[in-house]
């Protein structure tokens, strides 16, 4: 994963301009599981401009709706999400037209922090807006839709019509090993995924979207997640994942709109023209073991990632942004940095490239086990699947240490619809 | 009835006016009922249209508390002659007629409990009607010692069909009673709780949708003037409902609740609620919209 000599890089950048590390890292996603897990370097992430990221503090915590692209992509990572997957449940384009006109409405409403619909009511009816965001800030929200396979075919139905606009690349994920899917955590017809640096904006997007949709879209499943906030970690550091360890991960750069367009955006020539601007998601939902990992030893833990666990540094390294030595031998004369761990592995070639923007989740107990019910709500964007997250999970699925303490649950794949302008309607190309 | 309307009955007693003959209420609570019905937040929509819609809604509720006086009657009657099967096969049939009615049948606070209360609403030693009888026949698979609850719900039933004579019937009382019907459904035949017993939810279920659906029948000349995609898009889901109800019928009787299926259960909430949505809004024909 890792691209060595770009690393080394800017690094030295780093050192001569000190670039602070808090920006560095604030546009890293929240830790991920797998390869997913504790990937090294920071590298794609070091030449982000400052406007990009004090983007969000200039404009009052409010990051615009329309734009040529969905925000909420390469908006740097809010410290809550609230994701949901819906299947549609009307039978005609018209309506499933109408709901995205109602969606792209009422999103663009919410990103400004304001509510749903006119306020002046009749007190004979309920209140168009649920009303928990009210006077709360904007908060950063980015509410961004994606639409899966079912979309443009279902039980071998053409239900909208779309079947011809379906691109090869749109369907679902291959089965990896180890692969433990439920259908309660996988696959959906459309997605919205609200991020927020608050969780109650982010719902409340959620929710008022899901009601806006009753009678033409059922939840089929949802799953909230959050980072260490900014608040907290006041010394902007790398977030941790579950397991306790640092987590920077690699990532196309954002602020780089050739970059972005090569790894992230797909392109006018790469399939059907609707999705041009557009992105594909995929989201696996990743449940981590942490009380088999709380009893794992240290030195197990740390040969398990390739990092050291308080500085995050690669095995062998006194600092975080260290580069790692792959071969490095210890006492012993065995490679210092394990050849199954994580972060080797994860390293690969350096050819594949995604978009990371994952958060950790918590959900309570497992009922069956008694065990927290944990892990990483895994997201990452990409130009194509096939060429990127496919082969890089092969990889991770097959060889990665981390396997014996994480278990995929959910998967599911969407195309990300490109972003709209004013008085247009997300979706509007499909049509 | 569950826990929500417990809560919502007195407040359905202050909208509905009048109700005094028959109720053992004070002088100072029928003055401080004169005294809201003139507050503005009280008001009613003044639409002249909507008398005969309230008129034609009393004549139904009363038809269907009337019809609910005959069956609960027979329900009895099997009960106290100690015929078990007969007691259980009119059971579900005769609550369907309460369950239509129920936005009328539950303004009296103190009769809805006495007859339609489930194990754990009232204290023990109080709990009587409907539900406490369900609990001889399925669980105790008994008739024997029910009498007197037979003979208490016969007397209660009747006291209700005196009682419901005095409703006066209101447009918000059938604009809040369309959705809470639906609520109902949502929040205690859905899940399996109303007849814990029995499992005849289903019967509740569709009796609550029917009584739903008169109440926007009426209402539907109103809401077609001022939103008539409104109405087409509740009819269609009300369509959607009973398509699904069929599915679980077996000639005229319904599956009981435990032969559903997950998926099914969460089908049948999930069309509740893509119609309760739409129907929540035809508080627009009161004309203040």
């Known amino acids: 994963m890792e691209n060595k000599t770009q690393s080394n890089m800017e690094e030295s950048t780093l050192l001569s301009k000190k670039v602070s590390r808090r ?65 549609l449940t009307v039978d005609n384009r018209k309506e499933l037209i109408q709901l995205f006109r109602d969606w792209t409405e009422a999103s663009a409403a919410m990103t400004e922090g304001k509510a749903v619909g006119d306020h002046a009511g009749n007190p004979f009816l309920p209140p168009k807006d649920t009303g928990e965001a009210a006077g709360l800030a904007a908060s950063n929200l980015t509410i961004t839709f994606g639409v899966g396979p079912g979309l443009f075919e279902k039980d071998g139905n053409d239900r909208f019509g779309l079947r011809n606009k379906k691109p090869k690349e749109l369907k679902e994920l291959p089965k ?96 059907p023209g609707w999705l041009a601007g557009g992105t594909y998601m995929v989201v696996r939902r990743i ?44 006492a012993n004369g065995q490679l210092a940095i394990p050849i199954d761990s994580h972060m080797r592995l994860a390293n690969g070639d350096g050819s594949q490239q995604i978009l990371r923007r994952a958060y950790s989740y918590a959900d309570g ?61 997300i979706g509007e190309t499909l049509f | 009835m569950n826990n929500m309307n ?46 005969g819609v309230t008129a034609e809604y009393r004549k139904y509720a009363l038809a269907e508390i009337e019809a609910f006086v005959t069956s609960t009657e027979e329900f009895t009657n099997a009960v106290k002659s100690g015929d078990i099967e007969k007691a259980k096969a009119t059971y579900a ?49 008994t008739t024997k010692g029910y009498e007197k609850y037979a003979e208490q719900l016969m007397k209660d039933v009747h006291l209700l069909r005196a009682k419901v004579e005095t409703v006066e019937v209101t447009p918000e009382l059938l604009i809040t009673g369309a959705v809470d019907l639906l609520n109902e459904v949502s929040t205690s035949k859905v899940t399996g709780e109303e007849d814990r017993y029995s499992h005849t939810d289903l019967y509740d279920f569709a009796a609550n949708v029917q009584g739903a659906e008169k109440i926007y029948e009426l209402l539907k000349p109103a809401l077609m003037e001022k939103d008539e995609a409104l109405s087409e898009d509740i009819r269609k889901r009300f369509d959607d409902v009973y398509s699904l109800l069929n599915q679980h019928k077996k000639g005229d009787a319904y599956k009981i609740y435990t032969e559903l299926t997950k998926p099914e259960v969460k089908q049948l909430s999930q069309s509740i609620d893509a119609l309760a949505e739409p129907l929540s809004q035809i508080g627009i024909v009161t004309g203040a919209s």
């Open chain 1, 23 to 87: 920006n560095i890292l604030k546009t890293a996603g929240a830790g991920s599981v797998g390869m997913l897990i504790g990937a090294t370097g920071i590298g794609g992430l070091l030449s982000l401009s400052d406007t990009k990221i004090t983007k969000g503090e200039t404009m009052k915590d409010k990051i615009p709706f329309y734009g040529k692209h969905q925000a909420g992509i390469a908006t740097e990572a809010q410290h809550h999400i609230y994701f949901a997957s819906l299947n």
């Open chain 1, 176 to 271: 990896f090993p180890l692969d433990s899917l439920e259908e309660k955590w996988s696959g959906g017809d459309i997605c919205i995924q609200a991020c927020a640096d608050d969780l109650q904006v982010a719902f409340h997007a959620v929710r008022n979207l899901v009601r806006i949709a009753r009678g033409k879209a059922v939840m089929h499943w949802t799953q909230s997640g959050f980072q260490r906030t900014k608040q907290a970690d006041t010394k902007k550091e790398t977030p941790r994942n579950l397991f306790g360890f640092k987590d920077g991960t690699v990532n196309p750069n954002t602020n780089n709109g050739k970059e972005m367009d090569q790894q992230v955006w797909v392109q006018s020539g790469d399939g």
């Open chain 1, 287 to 330: 449940q981590m073991f942490i009380e088999v990992w709380d009893r794992t030893a240290l030195r197990e833990q740390e040969n398990t990632f390739g990092r050291h666990r308080d500085s995050g540094a690669p095995i062998g390294q006194k600092n975080e942004f260290d580069s790692p030595d792959y071969n490095k031998k210890d």
């Open chain 1, 365 to 425: 107990m497992d009922p069956e086990t008694g065990s927290f019910d944990a892990g990483l709500l895994f997201i990452c964007f990409q130009r194509n699947p096939e060429k990127q997250f496919i082969p890089m999970q092969h990889r991770l699925a097959k060889m990665d240490k981390l396997n014996e303490y994480t278990v995929h649950k959910g998967s599911a794949i969407f195309a990300c619809l490109p972003g709209t302008k004013k008085g247009g309607y």
């Open chain 2, 6 to 51: 417990k809560w919502k009955a007195p407040l359905a007693i202050l909208l509905s006016t009048n109700l005094l003959f028959g109720c053992a209420q004070s002088e100072e609570n029928a003055s401080a009922e004169k005294e809201s019905k003139g507050q503005p937040a009280q008001a009613e929509p003044a639409d002249d249209k909507l008398d």
């Open chain 2, 93 to 141: 049939p005769a609550r369907m007629h309460y369950e239509r009615a129920e936005p009328i049948a539950e303004v009296f606070g103190d009769l809805d409990p006495k007859i339609d209360a489930r194990e754990g609403d009232v204290p023990e030693k109080e709990w009587t009607g409907y539900h406490r009888i369900e609990q001889g026949l399925w669980v105790e698979n």
